[in-house]
Each structure stands twice: as structure tokens, then as C-alpha cells.
């Protein structure tokens, strides 16, 4: 499977290279530097090709993201919504979830003690409750916490079987308070807000887009307009992560990754 292409139209795009990985290809889209209050701040995302239920497929890839990360010299590293376990299918969800004792999550997490990077990971989440749709966040050796998506599509709740979260935590590393949002919380403005009221200034926004390829585009021009109003109204650095895929016929995930100024204006995308 190939990942779409990177458009290169904005100067503002720095060390931006198309990555070969095994039978994908990948990219990380770092901005340096990202403004927040205090700091300057280097933010990367990753978008590529997440493999459908091979939680230890997507773990290599996603080690690979952070090496290559770290020698930007990123402060923080975003990876797509539930891209260690997949999300094209129940099937798929149910194979590649993981609970958070599971001993190759822990290793993942161990493993950040060599840095100083903070990285963001999407996983299928068990636990003894249910399934969550869940956004890892790591920091120097530890597990510095955990957001669960709030607003669920019909097809998360019925057809993937997540179950909502309930709270919007705001971490601080690195001299700024940020947050998450996951994929459908970006189409209304209350998630965020709740963690802009809690003093977040970025905030990063996974995602895990497969659309028919006939609406693919109006919903790419209706996500980023959704993000764009997110960095202004709230006056945010908004760093977008999605997934690439074009295997199924008649879908295709877009990608479209990018990271906003609190203006709304792209300091790098793809």
C-alpha cells in the first residue's frame, strides 16, 4: 500500500521528507518552531499507513516515528488516532486492542525514558469496563496520562463498540499546558474549550480519516475549517495527525496532517 503523496506548497514546510517503510510510504511534518506562550516549541505529527489489527506492526512504525523525531530535535510527537490497533473494523479493533498492562505497551512507554520528546500514540484501549478510543501520552519514561474520545460517531459506539470518555485532562510539558482531541471532538467546539479554560495553549488533534472518495474532499475542506476556527477562536497551535490508505475501493484516507498557528495560518502541512 502506498501513502498519498506529500503536496509541497508552503515554504513553511521544513525537513519535510517522504519516508519508505517496508510497503508504505510515510512522512513526519514538523514545524519549527511552534509558538506557544512561553516557548518555542519544535511539534511534529506522523502520517502513514496504520496496519489494520497488527498492533506489533504499528508499534515498529511507530518506534521509527520517534527516532526519526528525535533527530529533528522535536519537543513533542503526535501519532494518529487508534494507530497501534487499527479502526477500519470491529474485527480489526478486537484484534489489535491492547489493555494498558499489556507488556509491550509498557516497554513502548519505558522506552520514552531515553528522551525528552512527549509522544502521543492512538490505541484501542481495554479495560475492565469496556473499550475506549484512547490517545497515550508519554513522557520520559511514564505513562503522563490518558485522553478518551467524548464525541463518538455512530460508527464508534455500534460498529467498533468504544464507549465514551469522560474528562478533558490539560498536561504540561516543556514549558506549555496542552491537551488532546480526538478525530469527530474537532466538529464542535466544547472539547476544546475545556481544555482552553484550563490554560491549554496547543492543542493536538489525532485523527483516522477513511471517506468515500466521492465526499473525501468536501469533508477534508470541512475538517481543516473546523481546525482553523479551533486555533482562532481559542487561540491555539492545533497539530493535526491522520492516516493515509487508498486499499479499498471507493475509500480513501486522505491524510491531509498539518500544524496551525494560534492565527490559523499552516506552519507546515501535507
Same mark, same amino acid.
Not at 506548497?9 to 506562550?37: Q, S, Y
Not at 494518529?80 to 490497533?85: G, K, R
Not at 474549550?193 to 472518495?213: K, M, T
Given at each position: 500500500?502506498?501513502?498519498?503523496?506529500?503536496?509541497?506548497?508552503?515554504?513553511?514546510?521544513?525537513?519535510?521528507?517522504?519516508?519508505?517503510?517496508?510497503?508504505?510510504?510515510?512522512?513526519?511534518?514538523?514545524?519549527?518552531?511552534?509558538?506557544?506562550?512561553?516557548?518555542?516549541?519544535?511539534?511534529?505529527?506522523?502520517?502513514?499507513?496504520?496496519?489494520?489489527?497488527?498492533?506489533?506492526?504499528?508499534?515498529?512504525?511507530?518506534?521509527?516515528?520517534?527516532?526519526?523525531?528525535?533527530?529533528?530535535?522535536?519537543?513533542?510527537?503526535?501519532?494518529?488516532?487508534?494507530?497501534?490497533?487499527?479502526?477500519?473494523?470491529?474485527?480489526?479493533?478486537?484484534?489489535?486492542?491492547?489493555?494498558?498492562?499489556?507488556?509491550?505497551?509498557?516497554?513502548?512507554?519505558?522506552?520514552?525514558?531515553?528522551?525528552?520528546?512527549?509522544?502521543?500514540?492512538?490505541?484501542?484501549?481495554?479495560?475492565?469496563?469496556?473499550?475506549?478510543?484512547?490517545?497515550?501520552?508519554? &513522557?520520559?519514561?511514564?505513562?503522563?496520562?490518558?485522553?478518551?474520545?467524548?464525541?463518538?460517531?455512530?460508527?464508534?459506539?455500534?460498529?467498533?463498540?468504544?464507549k465514551p470518555g469522560t474528562s478533558v485532562p490539560v498536561f504540561q510539558a516543556h514549558?506549555?499546558r496542552f491537551a488532546v482531541i480526538v478525530c469527530h471532538d474537532s466538529s464542535f467546539? &466544547?472539547?476544546?474549550?475545556?481544555?482552553?479554560?484550563?490554560?491549554?495553549?496547543?492543542?493536538?488533534?489525532?485523527?483516522?480519516?477513511?471517506?468515500?472518495?466521492?465526499?473525501?474532499?468536501?469533508?477534508?475542506?470541512?475538517?481543516?475549517?473546523?481546525?482553523?476556527?479551533?486555533?482562532?477562536?481559542?487561540?491555539?497551535?492545533?497539530?493535526?495527525?491522520?492516516?493515509?490508505?487508498?486499499?479499498?475501493?471507493?475509500?480513501?484516507?486522505?491524510?491531509?496532517?498539518?500544524?496551525?498557528?494560534?492565527?490559523?495560518?499552516?506552519?507546515?502541512?501535507?
Open positions: 500500500m502506498n501513502a498519498l503523496p506529500p503536496k509541497r506548497n508552503r515554504k513553511e514546510l521544513v525537513g519535510h521528507d517522504r519516508l519508505a517503510f517496508g510497503t508504505f510510504v510515510a512522512l513526519l511534518l514538523t514545524a519549527a518552531p511552534a509558538l506557544a506562550i512561553e516557548s518555542n516549541l519544535v511539534l511534529s505529527v506522523y502520517q502513514g499507513v496504520c496496519q489494520e489489527g497488527d498492533f506489533t506492526a504499528n508499534l515498529t512504525t511507530a518506534r521509527e516515528g520517534v527516532k526519526q523525531a528525535r533527530e529533528r530535535g522535536s519537543h513533542f510527537l503526535a501519532l494518529p488516532e487508534c494507530f497501534l490497533s487499527g479502526y477500519e473494523s470491529r474485527e480489526a479493533v478486537q484484534r489489535g486492542a491492547r489493555s494498558l498492562d499489556d507488556p509491550e505497551v509498557k516497554q513502548f512507554i519505558a522506552e520514552s525514558a531515553a528522551h525528552d520528546m512527549v509522544v502521543l500514540v492512538g490505541l484501542a484501549r481495554k479495560s475492565g469496563d469496556g473499550l475506549s478510543n484512547t490517545e497515550l501520552v508519554i &513522557h520520559r519514561g511514564k505513562l503522563l496520562g490518558a485522553y478518551d474520545k467524548i464525541m463518538l460517531t455512530g460508527g464508534d459506539r455500534g460498529t467498533l463498540g468504544f514549558g506549555a467546539p &466544547h472539547v476544546a474549550l475545556a481544555a482552553r479554560l484550563q490554560g491549554a495553549e496547543l492543542l493536538f488533534a489525532p485523527h483516522n480519516n477513511e471517506i468515500g472518495a466521492v465526499a473525501a474532499d468536501d469533508h477534508r475542506r470541512w475538517v481543516r475549517n473546523c481546525h482553523v476556527g479551533l486555533a482562532c477562536q481559542l487561540k491555539m497551535v492545533v497539530a493535526r495527525a491522520n492516516t493515509v490508505k487508498s486499499d479499498r475501493p471507493g475509500q480513501i484516507g486522505y491524510g491531509a496532517s498539518f500544524i496551525l498557528s494560534p492565527q490559523g495560518t499552516p506552519l507546515a502541512e501535507a
